[in-house]
T-cell receptor
Framework: KAGVTQTPRYLIKTRGQQVTLSCSPI?????VSWYQQTPGQGLQFLFE???????NKGNFPGRFSGRQFSNSRSEMNVSTLELGDSALYLC?????????????FGEGSWLTVV | AQSVTQLGSHVSVSEGALVLLRCNYS??????LFWYVQYPNQGLQLLLK??????LVKGINGFEAEFKKSETSFHLTKPSAHMSDAAEYFC?????????????FGQGTELSVKP
């Protein structure tokens, strides 16, 4: 069974641009969540989608948005990039039906903002 | 609100020695607890999780953790460290209120293993 797949793995953007990251969950998983990892702030929850609806949201500005498609694939978008947005963005998926379901992570997308 | 505290950002042990990584949580409702490992330039891999039932949980690669409600702890142990255990370890909590898709992570503990 294929794991969580994230694209692109590495990208460099200029301040003020926008970026879209993509995530394909494990087959059959309906929940997709996104996390930002930085050396200073650690792992922080961005948002979670379940059956195309945002179910949980972290404490990030509105520049960070996401969506989920009917096939459970998800994208996250960051507009008006700032230097501080440089981070590893991790996507995770789970069956999502109940708390305690194992959450599986992808390899992440490394974003550098210059 | 839930929170997780990992005591010690860096832990160093000798190969063959006991590994003990500490995790304390704060939650007003029954928690679900997880330990993940992250190798350099990789994502997170689940080591083990506690949901309900037996409080001593066994995971992959010889790791185990014990849920102690009275101490609000979920420490990770391994009897004998291997060089391949060098990585960063994260403790995380999830609760019913989060409907399962949201994990709150600790700051992580970097484990070094000396030959």
């Amino acid at each position: 069974k294929a794991g969580v797949t994230q694209t692109p793995r590495y990208l460099i953007k200029t301040r003020g641009q926008q970026v879209t990251l993509s995530c394909s969950p494990i087959s059959g998983h309906r929940s997709v969540s996104w996390y930002q990892q930085t050396p200073g702030q650690g792992l922080q929850f961005l948002f979670e989608y379940f059956s195309e609806t945002q179910r949980n949201k972290g404490n990030f500005p509105g520049r960070f948005s996401g969506r989920q498609f009917s096939n459970s694939r998800s994208e996250m978008n960051v507009s008006t990039l700032e230097l501080g947005d440089s981070a590893l963005y991790l996507c995770a998926s789970s069956q999502g039906a109940q708390v305690g379901n194992t959450i599986y992570f992808g390899e992440g997308s490394w974003l550098t903002v210059v | 609100a839930q929170s997780v505290t990992q005591l010690g950002s860096h832990v160093s042990v000798s190969e063959g020695a006991l590994v003990l990584l500490r995790c304390n949580y704060s939650s007003s409702v029954p928690p679900y607890l997880f330990w993940y490992v992250q190798y350099p330039n990789q994502g997170l891999q689940l080591l083990l999780k506690y949901t309900t039932g037996a409080t001593l949980v066994k995971g992959i690669n010889g790791f185990e953790a014990e849920f102690k409600k009275s101490e609000t702890s979920f420490h990770l142990t391994k009897p004998s460290a291997h060089m391949s255990d060098a990585a960063e370890y994260f403790c995380a909590v999830s609760t019913l209120g989060n409907q399962g898709g949201k994990l709150i992570f600790g700051q992580g503990t970097e484990l070094s293993v000396k030959p």
